[in-house]
């Protein structure tokens, strides 16, 4: 049995052209493909530690020397992974259609345009001079523009909502992922200091005995 098959790689395909139409099927008829959006994230992730990288110097403003990959890498999918359960869980309260693995697929799917873009604009910023980079810019702002065009598109498809809600619960997403990450380092944070103190109390009653 094929994981991924013809039928699947069209509609990823139709879902840059048509996205109404492709995350209808996608959505109602199963021709969504998990593998194919775990491929198109797990790219997006390494492209951003090659773009930290290899963007060239008319446009590279890291600090190369600090660059933490690993780092770079989780934080690519955690946002990803973040928006996906914070989408899901407010759009659960409001009555969304749409299964997380839906959420999933949509915003992974729409990831392809910044895939292509950034390919575009880290192997071009290193033939460009400084006057033609506004060009390159302008490359990158239309990706994210047609970027987020794609995702309300398929939000907007699996949840059934209209424009309107569909803008809402992708800002109440955006509060509700803000929320999430907060209790989680508050979390991370108290747990850091419980170690730290029973593990001061434990070296000393260690001296003492």
Known sequence: MKLVTKDKLHYWGQSLIHPFDAFFEIRFRNHGSLLIA?????????LNCLKF????FVMNTNNIAEMDALSLFVSSISVVALFTVSNWTITTLFNGKGKMKDIYIVLCYSLTVLIIGDVIVTFASNFVATEEVMILTSIQLLCYVYFAFLVLAGLTTI???GFGGSVMSIIMSVVAAAIILFIGILLFTMLERMVSFFSSVFEELMRRL
């Open 38 to 46: 775990t491929l198109l994230l797990i790219a997006y992730a390494v």
């Open 53 to 56: 990288q290899y963007t060239g």
């Open 159 to 161: 949840h059934e909502y």
